[in-house]
């Protein structure tokens, strides 16, 4: 398998971090850490109600990273709240489906159940993280705040964690950094202490809402190799939310597509970046410019999905990307094709190809 | 840090030469006669004109009384009354006590329930605590001060006999002048309030402390508050200067000692310097609240503290 | 109510679907009946006759002091005047200071702000300084300023008075709006065709900041009424002829303990007033899509 990704050269592969390949995880659905099935979030609005999740699937094993990828709008950043048990505030937003995590359902749980988890053995990092941080609060406090949550330490032993945290993120001058309030440090050291406070209590899944999205290309590299190594060295798993494919094909394990609150495809990483199985995919793949693509001085056209993204609630009858696909047939207007597995991977797609 | 406050008190000075400017030359250029208040009835002669002319200073180009003023004031003087000849300073001196007496339990009452149930309509809100306090601010601004203090007196003082109707002294001749004082303010904190806290829990670091984990009071006690009274600190110190005007009228309705009906009084009288200092007196203090809650500003948000330590502006 | 009070006055509802979901209904309840309400407060205060039961100055020397009956609605005064006649008759003063107050510290405020905004530099810093050093009189002290300079006595006095505590309110903001337009291109290609400032101001400026300032000007009136109607009751108001609702309410004060209805009335009436034109004066700025 190794020798199998080096020949064929696919720069998307190149920028792998780790020697680790995809599946050596090794997990089977039923070691799954976290399992999501059919995740619907609906808004109630004046006029009904208003789908913006329609039919999330997905597993995360353990010690695994998953990425969920998709365009603004397409519900990632929804369905991860809604694993967490957040948006159960929002008198608006129904939650349905089923959420297991670690052989419990958090669907069903009560908030005072789910609110227990949240710190614990689920913690989340966020998209802007300056702005996810109390700007009134020196940022050490904030973090000893999560230390006393999950070990109720008193005050100079709470600092110290606070400290040895720091440093596991890579965070340099812990004393200063632990004194500076949000906006004195940048945005990648914002969400270093970000990651630090979810570590506080060793969680078994760390999930991280476009963690990236707000900072530099060379600050993004750094903090997707913290979370490799992070992964390794606490034995988490990591379900990282990005609209970047570069960013899953760099960690990810597994991928997770989603189109229009739906989930288009699943599979391992591999699988995904060179045969993928959704038109969807395919497309998104044929748009990221790559280097080495202009081969005997013929530069590559980006091609971009004609149309744009279905708004929720105005979706199509059938497939909700067939109006853009390149595949489409007749049933494809009709129906809306089920989420079907094979093996390691699922797609929803009337045209996907059946391989072995 | 040192630097800013210097800064600050920079500013102050301008504006309070400014304020007596302005005092000075508009109660001077206009008209009214202080030389017949001063006679107030007894037979008036050239010579005694004159005589009173010169020494009120008044047969002098303008900008030289002003220039005595000034001078004066710097040490302290600020004329003597027309009616009793006494030191402006010392009249003044003398019934401010009742008047910090009443501005400061006004201020408290307005910090303490303002506060209170500004955060409580924000939480809350579209509930029923939302909608009486919104009633409580809208009416309660609209109403005039004068006329919550009479109603007041009808209420508790002659139906119900709680509290007296009129005078000074220990607290409960302070409740009903310290309530209708501070009905205005409290409507205008609840509503600054209500939306400072409704901002900060609509922020991104809200979500990121639920995913903390924390309850909901957690939350709320450790960083809601502590962000969303930040601009408590400033609307406090600007209706310090509503109610010290405010005083004006409520100590007249409940015919209380100190410098608002004292200033009432001067102006009936015509008592002009006595006039001069109580409203140059009332603009310092009001300049110098302002520029104390400047520079706690600093302290309050930390996010001006390094601004202000980073350039010292 | 202060100048500063006024102008930090933020909106109830603050987030922006709160503010749209307002908007969305184009008129709320509350809205209109303000509207009704100073529809028939104008309306008294233009026809007075048609509307009071009698002539307020008319004494009935028998009917002192007599609470609210079936003959007098709103009781008599120590005169033996009805009160609700007086109430009607007092809603023109009460207006016209309401209104002229209003106008005339935004055309002076205004006018001080754009001529600091448009010309910068020296005017700019001049001006300010000068409405800085007016904010720091808080509440109705410039106005009892003015009021104790003029010798009070008259209703022109009461007007410049409280005008005068008005003008820091439009100062700072026709100065912000003001600048905010002078960046536009369309003024400077008005100034390079050369057209004379003063023009230039009048079609090209003014036009483009009334929003905000028609706003405040319709919030003053509530503040220019209670203003006048203080000064009024301190004893400041103009002399003779029929009293004015801050005058009843003076008279009510000196007879508390028995005729509460003197004082009641005339208050209630500032009050609904007051209110009214809030509201309006609120939905406008929702409508105008004014952030303070």
Same mark, same amino acid.
């Given at each position: 398998?190794?020798?199998?990704?080096?020949?064929?050269?696919?720069?998307?592969?190149?920028?792998?971090?780790?020697?680790?390949?995809?599946?050596?995880?090794?997990?089977?659905?039923?070691?799954?850490?976290?399992?999501?099935?059919?995740?619907?979030?609906?808004?109630?609005?004046?006029?009904?109600?208003?789908?913006?999740?329609?039919?999330?699937?997905?597993?995360?094993?353990?010690?695994?990273?998953?990425?969920?990828?998709?365009?603004?709008?397409?519900?990632?950043?929804?369905?991860?709240?809604?694993?967490?048990?957040?948006?159960?505030?929002?008198?608006?937003?129904?939650?349905?489906?089923?959420?297991?995590?670690?052989?419990?359902?958090?669907?069903?749980?009560?908030?005072?159940?789910?609110?227990?988890?949240?710190?614990?053995?689920?913690?989340?990092?966020?998209?802007?993280?300056?702005?996810?941080?109390?700007?009134?609060?020196?940022?050490?406090?904030?973090?000893?705040?999560?230390?006393?949550?999950?070990?109720?330490?008193?005050?100079?032993?709470?600092?110290?964690?606070?400290?040895?945290?720091?440093?596991?993120?890579?965070?340099?001058?812990?004393?200063?950094?632990?004194?500076?309030?949000?906006?004195?440090?940048?945005?990648?050291?914002?969400?270093?202490?970000?990651?630090?406070?979810?570590?506080?209590?060793?969680?078994?899944?760390?999930?991280?809402?476009?963690?990236?999205?707000?900072?530099?290309?060379?600050?993004?590299?750094?903090?997707?190799?913290?979370?490799?190594?992070?992964?390794?060295?606490?034995?988490?798993?990591?379900?990282?939310?990005?609209?970047?494919?570069?960013?899953?094909?760099?960690?990810?394990?597994?991928?997770?597509?989603?189109?229009?609150?739906?989930?288009?495809?699943?599979?391992?990483?591999?699988?995904?970046?060179?045969?993928?199985?959704?038109?969807?995919?395919?497309?998104?793949?044929?748009?990221?410019?790559?280097?080495?693509?202009?081969?005997?001085?013929?530069?590559?056209?980006?091609?971009?999905?004609?149309?744009?993204?279905?708004?929720?609630?105005?979706?199509?009858?059938?497939?909700?990307?067939?109006?853009?696909?390149?595949?489409?047939?007749?049933?494809?207007?009709?129906?809306?094709?089920?989420?079907?597995?094979?093996?390691?991977?699922?797609?929803?797609?009337?045209?996907?190809?059946?391989?072995? | 840090?040192?630097?800013?406050?210097?800064?600050?008190?920079?500013?102050?000075?301008?504006?309070?030469?400014?304020?007596?400017?302005?005092?000075?030359?508009?109660?001077?250029?206009? *008209?009214?006669? *202080?030389?017949?208040?001063?006679?107030?009835?007894?037979?008036?002669?050239?010579?005694?004109?004159?005589?009173?002319?010169?020494?009120?200073?008044?047969? $002098?180009?303008?900008?030289?009384?002003?220039?005595?003023?000034?001078?004066?004031?710097?040490?302290?003087?600020?004329?003597?009354?027309?009616?009793?000849?006494?030191?402006?300073?010392?009249?003044?001196?003398?019934?401010?006590?009742?008047?910090?007496?009443?501005?400061?339990?006004?201020?408290?009452?307005?910090?303490?329930?303002?506060?209170?149930?500004?955060?409580?309509?924000?939480?809350?809100?579209?509930?029923?605590?939302?909608?009486?306090?919104?009633?409580?601010?809208?009416?309660?601004?609209?109403?005039?001060?004068?006329?919550?203090?009479?109603?007041?007196?009808?209420?508790?003082?002659?139906?119900?006999?709680?509290?007296?109707?009129?005078?000074?002294?220990?607290?409960?001749?302070?409740?009903?002048?310290?309530?209708?004082?501070?009905?205005?303010?409290?409507?205008?904190?609840?509503?600054?309030?209500?939306?400072?806290?409704?901002?900060?829990?609509?922020? *991104?670091?809200?979500?990121?402390?639920?995913?903390?984990?924390?309850? $909901?009071?957690?939350?709320?006690?450790?960083?809601?508050? $502590?962000?969303?009274?930040?601009?408590?600190?400033?609307?406090?110190?600007?209706?310090?200067?509503?109610?010290?005007?405010?005083?004006?009228?409520?100590?007249?309705?409940?015919?209380?000692?100190?410098?608002?009906?004292?200033?009432?009084?001067?102006?009936?009288?015509?008592?002009?310097?006595?006039?001069?200092?109580?409203?140059?007196?009332?603009?310092?203090?009001?300049?110098?609240?302002?520029?104390?809650?400047?520079?706690?500003?600093?302290?309050?948000?930390?996010?001006?503290?390094?601004?202000?330590?980073?350039?010292?502006? | 109510?202060?100048?500063?009070?006024?102008?930090?006055?933020?909106?109830?509802?603050?987030?922006?679907?709160?503010?749209?979901?307002?908007?969305?209904?184009?008129?709320?309840?509350?809205?209109?009946?303000?509207?009704?309400?100073?529809?028939?407060?104008?309306?008294?205060?233009?026809?007075?006759?048609?509307?009071?039961?009698?002539?307020?100055?008319?004494?009935?020397?028998?009917?002192?002091?007599?609470?609210?009956?079936?003959?007098?609605?709103?009781?008599?005064?120590?005169?033996?005047?009805?009160?609700?006649?007086?109430?009607?008759?007092?809603?023109?003063?009460?207006?016209?200071?309401?209104?002229?107050?209003?106008?005339?510290?935004?055309?002076?405020?205004?006018?001080?702000?754009?001529?600091?905004?448009?010309?910068?530099?020296?005017?700019?810093?001049?001006?300010?300084?000068?409405?800085?050093?007016?904010?720091?009189?808080?509440?109705?002290?410039?106005?009892?300023?003015?009021?104790?300079?003029?010798?009070?006595?008259?209703?022109?006095?009461?007007?410049?008075?409280?005008?005068?505590?008005?003008?820091?309110?439009?100062?700072?903001?026709?100065?912000?709006?003001?600048?905010?337009?002078?960046?536009?291109?369309?003024?400077?290609?008005?100034?390079?065709?050369?057209?004379?400032?003063?023009?230039?101001?009048?079609?090209?400026?003014?036009?483009?900041?009334?929003?905000?300032?028609?706003?405040?000007?319709?919030?003053?009136?509530?503040?220019?009424?209670?203003?006048?109607?203080?000064?009024?009751?301190?004893?400041?108001?103009?002399?003779?002829?029929?009293?004015?609702?801050?005058?009843?309410?003076?008279?009510?004060?000196?007879?508390?303990?028995?005729?509460?209805?003197?004082?009641?009335?005339?208050?209630?009436?500032?009050?609904?007033?007051?209110?009214?034109?809030?509201?309006?004066?609120?939905?406008?700025?929702?409508?105008?899509?004014?952030?303070?």
């Amino acid at each position: 398998m190794t020798t199998q990704s080096a020949s064929t050269g696919d720069s998307a592969n190149a920028g792998r971090l780790s020697g680790r390949q995809p599946g050596e995880a090794g997990r089977g659905r039923s070691a799954a850490l976290l399992s999501v099935r059919g995740l619907r979030v609906s808004e109630r609005t004046g006029a009904g109600r208003r789908a913006l999740v329609r039919d999330v699937t997905f597993d995360v094993g353990a010690g695994e990273i998953v990425c969920i990828v998709g365009e603004s709008g397409s519900g990632k950043s929804l369905s991860v709240k809604a694993t967490m048990g957040l948006l159960g505030r929002n008198s608006r937003l129904e939650t349905g489906g089923s959420v297991i995590f670690d052989g419990r359902s958090i669907l069903e749980m009560r908030p005072e159940q789910q609110r227990r988890l949240r710190g614990r053995e689920m913690a989340m990092v966020f998209q802007e993280p300056m702005a996810s941080l109390d700007p009134v609060m020196p940022v050490g406090k904030q973090v000893a705040e999560s230390v006393q949550r999950a070990d109720a330490l008193p005050g100079r032993q709470a600092r110290s964690r606070v400290a040895e945290l720091f440093g596991h993120v890579g965070l340099p001058d812990v004393q200063r950094v632990a004194r500076a309030y949000p906006h004195q440090l940048s945005g990648g050291m914002c969400q270093r202490v970000m990651i630090a406070m979810a570590l506080a209590s060793r969680p078994r899944l760390l999930i991280a809402d476009e963690p990236t999205s707000a900072l530099d290309v060379t600050v993004q590299a750094q903090l997707l190799d913290l979370l490799n190594r992070l992964r390794d060295e606490e034995t988490m798993s990591i379900l990282l939310v990005t609209h970047d494919l570069g960013v899953a094909a760099a960690i990810a394990d597994t991928v997770v597509v989603m189109y229009a609150g739906r989930t288009a495809e699943v599979g391992q990483t591999t699988q995904i970046l060179e045969r993928p199985r959704h038109p969807y995919t395919a497309g998104l793949l044929g748009s990221v410019p790559r280097l080495g693509q202009s081969r005997g001085g013929v530069k590559r056209r980006l091609a971009a999905i004609g149309g744009t993204v279905p708004e929720p609630g105005r979706l199509p009858e059938g497939c909700a990307f067939a109006p853009r696909c390149q595949k489409v047939v007749e049933r494809c207007l009709s129906e809306d094709p089920p989420l079907e597995w094979q093996g390691a991977s699922a797609v929803t797609c009337w045209e996907a190809p059946h391989d072995g | 840090m040192l630097e800013y406050v210097l800064r600050r008190l920079l500013i102050g000075v301008p504006l309070v030469v400014g304020v007596s400017i302005v005092v000075f030359f508009i109660l001077h250029l206009l *008209p009214g006669d *202080p030389v017949a208040a001063a006679l107030a009835g007894s037979p008036a002669t050239p010579s005694v004109i004159h005589r009173l002319e010169a020494e009120y200073g008044l047969n $002098r180009p303008i900008w030289v009384q002003y220039w005595e003023f000034a001078v004066h004031a710097l040490h302290g003087d600020l004329g003597r009354s027309y009616i009793t000849g006494q030191q402006v300073t010392s009249v003044i001196g003398a019934q401010l006590g009742a008047t910090v007496q009443l501005t400061v339990a006004a201020l408290a009452l307005t910090a303490v329930i303002g506060l209170c149930a500004g955060v409580l309509a924000a939480m809350y809100k579209g509930g029923p605590v939302d909608h009486l306090l919104r009633l409580v601010s809208v009416w309660g601004s609209a109403m005039p001060q004068f006329w919550t203090g009479i109603m007041l007196i009808i209420v508790f003082s002659f139906s119900l006999h709680w509290f007296p109707a009129a005078g000074t002294g220990g607290l409960r001749y302070l409740v009903l002048p310290a309530v209708s004082l501070a009905l205005v303010s409290v409507g205008i904190v609840i509503k600054i309030i209500r939306n400072s806290t409704l901002e900060t829990l609509s922020q *991104p670091y809200i979500i990121a402390l639920e995913a903390k984990g924390l309850s $909901r009071g957690a939350i709320i006690v450790r960083h809601v508050l $502590r962000n969303a009274l930040i601009p408590a600190v400033t609307v406090l110190g600007v209706q310090v200067g509503s109610l010290l005007s405010g005083a004006v009228i409520v100590e007249t309705v409940f015919g209380r000692q100190g410098i608002g009906s004292l200033l009432v009084q001067s102006i009936e009288q015509k008592d002009y310097p006595l006039v001069q200092g109580l409203i140059l007196f009332i603009a310092a203090a009001y300049v110098i609240v302002n520029l104390v809650v400047d520079i706690s500003y600093a302290y309050v948000d930390p996010r001006m503290r390094v601004a202000v330590d980073t350039d010292g502006r | 109510m202060t100048a500063t009070d006024l102008a930090e006055q933020a909106e109830w509802a603050r987030t922006d679907e709160e503010r749209s979901a307002r908007s969305r209904h184009s008129v709320t309840p509350s809205v209109w009946a303000s509207g009704v309400f100073l529809f028939l407060v104008i309306f008294a205060a233009a026809f007075p006759g048609l509307v009071s039961p009698g002539d307020p100055l008319v004494l009935h020397p028998t009917e002192v002091l007599k609470g609210p009956a079936a003959g007098h609605l709103l009781g008599t005064d120590a005169f033996g005047r009805s009160v609700l006649a007086l109430l009607v008759y007092g809603a023109r003063p009460a207006l016209v200071v309401g209104v002229l107050c209003a106008v005339l510290g935004a055309v002076a405020g205004s006018s001080m702000g754009i001529t600091a905004g448009f010309f910068g530099k020296i005017a700019d810093q001049s001006i300010m300084r000068f409405n800085d050093v007016l904010m720091c009189f808080p509440g109705i002290l410039l106005a009892l300023l003015v009021s104790a300079a003029l010798g009070g006595a008259s209703l022109e006095n009461e007007i410049i008075a409280v005008a005068v505590g008005t003008v820091p309110m439009y100062a700072r903001v026709a100065r912000g709006e003001t600048m905010k337009v002078r960046r536009m291109l369309y003024v400077d290609a008005a100034m390079i065709a050369g057209l004379p400032r003063r023009r230039i101001i009048m079609r090209h400026v003014v036009p483009n900041i009334l929003a905000p300032l028609v706003v405040i000007a319709t919030l003053a009136v509530g503040v220019s009424i209670v203003t006048a109607a203080s000064l009024s009751f301190l004893g400041l108001g103009p002399v003779g002829g029929v009293p004015d609702w801050g005058q009843l309410l003076a008279q009510g004060e000196t007879n508390i303990s028995v005729a509460w209805w003197i004082s009641t009335f005339p208050g209630i009436a500032i009050t609904l007033v007051v209110v009214a034109t809030n509201l309006i004066g609120d939905w406008l700025r929702d409508r105008l899509e004014i952030r303070s």
